[in-house]
């Protein structure tokens, strides 16, 4: 089947937005433009392009008011008219109630509703460390153990350590590379011994020209350019596997639409946990955008039922995180948003995307790495903002997961990393209750952080970007804004305390309070 060209008869639909309406859904990596209204001009199409994080064909409304397809859809907003489009299935509109929350909750319950399962518990109770910015494309055994070891003399709880890309011997050679690791079971037992549980980063391409390749082509696992056949001297096989350009280069690609494909990555995947005793695994690419141009799979496929089937293999995989996602809402797979530049434009998006993604269903949720996930961020010392740092650490701490990359005590003075190790902790003083709201999730659909107008419709809250509500009935405002040291919060009705011991009445105004460098504003609800 040639993927591009997978079509059938258009549907549409338009909605006129009202005066004080406001629309969210869509995509994660676009959160931070949403809400929008009816001033709003956007066009977004998810055919095939997922902006590299999670995408999910919902839109909802402060109004009760939702849109869902069970299949990519285009939908923009112009002259105050909402427009949604579908090339391959039936556009389901409505109103449920007549608020956000209403809206959420029938959207969540019909068309993507909860299993009663959550990724691993210790990816909620503890922070999460990657080695990506610190090692980068050199993971090797020493420095793996070494930054492991760092972690617990600099006094942070161990948690989840994940290795990232390059440990490998090569793409779709899932096997550790015997330059880089002497003895990688021994590694593993370190690692455990330290109290760490170990995922390994994996991806759906396949390295050209290695032997896996060469049998994977012959068995007809791997996707196919839209030639299908090749007529050359002495080849192994007349397939002809597409070759993909991606950030690492050029690769063919696992064709996961064909059960055999799946058998044989899921056999990768258990044998690395047989034999080395790896936990979990950090699931990388699966982006739509690389299933595009005219490429041909076993079984009639979209580009984002590409995307679709790389996700579902983590299911099996309860330690398990995912960055490009598609209509997997509601499943127990841990998504994280994409990776952010260590600027503070990127901070100021980490609240919204974060909310985009609650708002669409995807319960389960890291705002990327502390500081920021783009290495070439961190390659110059002298351009590192300590100020960023710990305040990207005050925006993780009470969020769903956090996840350090760049080692604070590395990078920041004393004082600073103190300040992150403190928020580290903190994040584990609140694990058991995330976790409980993790499990509240499984069965309600409910996410686990929401923006304020979820958690408190109808006051007014739209466009609330920089709070934003943990559970029910704590509201948490970290400082994005560089140099900060007072900001404004809005706390609803009802009497709060915060967690200096001050009580405030909410309700009646907007509050200002003093935000040194070293504090993280959350607020209880006592009544």
């Not at 997922?50 to 402060?62: F, I, K, T, Y």
């Not at 980068?136 to 055994?141: A, F, P, T």
């Not at 686990?448 to 007014?460: D, H």
């Given at each position: ?59 909802v ?71 990506w ?47 880089r690791?002497?003895d ?72 996961l639409?064909?059960?055999k ?14 034999e ?62 994409r ?46 903002d ?16 956090m ?12 004082t ?32 686990i ?32 804004e ?28 907007v ?17």
């Amino acid at each position: 089947m040639n993927i591009s060209s997978f079509s059938q008869e258009k549907e549409s639909i338009d909605l006129v937005i009202e005066n004080d309406e406001y629309w969210w859904g869509g995509l994660s990596s676009l959160g931070y433009e949403t809400p929008y209204n009816n001033n709003s001009e956007v066009t977004v199409n998810l055919f095939g392009d997922n902006h590299g994080n999670q995408a999910q064909p919902l839109l909802v409304s402060s109004k009760g008011r939702y849109v869902w397809c069970e299949s990519p859809v285009k939908y923009s907003i112009s002259n105050g008219i909402l427009s949604v489009s579908s090339n391959q299935g039936k556009i389901h509109s409505g109103t449920s109630g007549s608020n956000l929350q209403s809206a959420y909750k029938y959207v969540s319950q019909n068309y993507f509703p909860s299993n009663s399962k959550i990724p691993d518990e210790l990816l909620f109770t503890n922070p999460q460390y990657n080695t990506w910015i610190e090692l980068m494309y050199d993971q090797n055994e020493d420095d793996i153990i070494e930054y492991a070891q760092s972690i617990i003399d600099n006094g942070y709880p161990p948690g989840v350590l994940m290795i990232d890309d390059n440990w490998q011997e090569d793409y779709g050679t899932w096997e550790f590379s015997s330059r880089r690791f002497n003895d990688p079971k021994r590694m593993m037992k370190k690692l455990h011994d330290m109290g760490f549980k170990v995922m390994l980063w994996v991806c759906p391409f396949v390295s050209a020209d290695s032997q896996v390749f060469r049998k994977l082509a012959a068995d007809g696992l791997l996707l196919l350019d839209a030639g299908k056949t090749q007529e050359v001297l002495w080849a192994n096989t007349r397939n002809k596997a597409a070759i993909i350009r991606w950030w690492n280069g050029a690769s063919a690609c696992l064709d996961l639409s064909n059960p055999k494909t799946k058998e044989w990555f899921k056999g990768r995947l258990d044998y690395l946990m047989d034999e080395y005793g790896v936990d979990g695994f950090k699931f990388d690419a699966g982006d739509a955008q690389f299933y595009k141009g005219g490429l041909v799979s076993f079984n009639e496929s979209s580009p984002n039922d590409h995307t679709q089937y790389f996700a579902e293999l983590g299911l099996d995989y309860p330690l398990n995180e995912y960055r490009a996602s598609w209509k997997m809402a509601g499943l127990p797979l841990a998504q994280r948003l994409r990776d952010k530049g260590h600027r503070w434009e990127d901070l100021e998006k980490l609240i919204p995307d974060q909310m985009s993604q609650s708002v669409m269903g995807y319960a389960y949720t890291c705002p990327d790495m502390i500081g920021g996930g783009e290495y070439q961020s961190f390659l110059n010392a002298s351009s590192i903002d300590e100020e960023l740092i710990v305040r990207s650490a005050q925006v993780h701490a009470l969020m769903p997961m956090m996840q350090f990359s760049v080692a604070p005590w590395r990078v920041l003075n004393k004082t600073n990393e103190r300040i992150c190790h403190d928020m580290a902790n903190l994040h584990k003083e609140f694990g058991s209750h995330i976790l409980k709201l993790a499990k509240e999730a499984s069965v309600t659909g409910n996410p686990i952080v929401k923006p304020m107008e979820l958690a408190f419709p109808g006051n007014g809250y739209e466009t609330i970007k920089d709070q934003f509500v943990l559970g029910n009935d704590i509201i948490v405002a970290p400082v994005i804004e560089k140099g900060a040291r007072t900001r404004n919060v809005v706390l609803p009705k009802g009497q709060w305390i915060d967690e200096q011991g001050k009580k405030y009445r909410g309700g009646e105004k907007v509050i200002t309070i003093d935000v040194p460098l070293k504090r993280l504003p959350y607020f209880k609800k006592i009544k």
